[in-house]
């Protein structure tokens, strides 16, 4: 395909949402994220949205593994958000994933599935991510950038070598075996995220993070979590609470809950 994301297209089938009141569009950009927090510091809404056609210094949440964007292949977008209580961050990160899920099972006809707490699943390879972050203002949240990555038109490959990724790669174009057009992913994505953006906002956190561990392939199986104490815990994924708290059952019997960490299912 190598052709420039119609982003116009995008734009006018979202202008009537508060997710895509206005649209950024960035050819090359060093990261939608970087993007998207300089204008929310300059003053913009809730709801504008960054994309770029291609990312050079895009990052996983992890901050190990870059998030590699080649051109004109695949989605990068940022989202301005004005979160009312520091609490919504988690759960923005749910609601994110479970967009870019649904948007992708529903645009290429190939079921993605999450694994906590945001990678996007195909199988056992990793399609997408979500990347949160936030500015602080005394104890609320002046802002938060919600960013979604998911490797498109491009056989995994073309990424390259990455050797802190919890999992291999996947992209659309090998697990589909065409290429999917983009402006309909990005627009099903865009649409998923206000719908549920907008159930938070009036206080149904609880039917988000239903759907939230519908889709999310990591309870039930036993998992490694790194990331939280000097050695690696390994237990039963046994609930994931409306918060996004991950609650394992250990070897001894206890149940620890788990705010953050890098699982890989065993």
């Avoid at 695949?74 to 870019?100: D, T």
């Avoid at 195909?122 to 972050?133: A, H, N, P, Y």
């Avoid at 104490?229 to 019997?253: I, K, Q, Y």
Wanted: with cysteine; charged share 20%.
């Amino acid at each position: 395909m190598d052709q420039p994301l119609d982003w116009q297209r995008v734009a006018q089938a979202v202008a009537r949402q508060t997710i895509g009141c206005h649209v950024e569009y960035r050819a090359v950009t060093g990261s939608t994220n970087d993007d998207a927090r300089a204008l929310a510091q300059g003053g913009a809404p809730e709801g504008v949205v960054v994309v770029a056609d291609t990312q050079t210094r895009g990052r996983g949440r992890t901050g190990k593994s870059p998030w590699l964007t080649p051109p004109r292949t695949s989605i990068a977008v940022s989202i301005i958000l004005h979160p009312r209580q520091p609490e919504a961050l988690a759960r923005i990160s749910m609601l994110a994933g479970v967009a870019a899920a649904e948007a992708i099972t529903e645009v290429a006809g190939v079921p993605a599935r999450l694994k906590w707490p945001n990678d996007v699943m195909i199988g056992e390879r990793k399609v997408g991510g979500v990347l949160v972050e936030s500015a602080l203002a005394g104890s609320s949240v002046a802002f938060a950038i919600a960013g979604v990555g998911i490797n498109g038109n491009l056989p995994a490959a073309a990424l390259g070598p990455l050797p802190d990724a919890a999992v291999p790669p996947a992209t659309l174009l090998d697990e589909v075996g065409h290429e999917v057009e983009r402006e309909a992913l990005l627009i099903r994505l865009l649409e998923h995220f206000d719908r549920l953006y907008r159930q938070l906002q009036v206080g149904e956190a609880a039917a988000v993070a239903q759907r939230y561990r519908v889709l999310l392939d990591t309870l039930g199986r036993r998992v490694r979590l790194l990331g939280v104490d000097a050695a690696p815990v390994e237990g039963v994924a046994e609930a994931v609470d409306n918060d996004g708290t991950l609650v394992l059952r250990l070897d001894s019997g206890e149940r620890r809950a788990f705010l953050y960490g890098e699982v890989s299912c065993r």
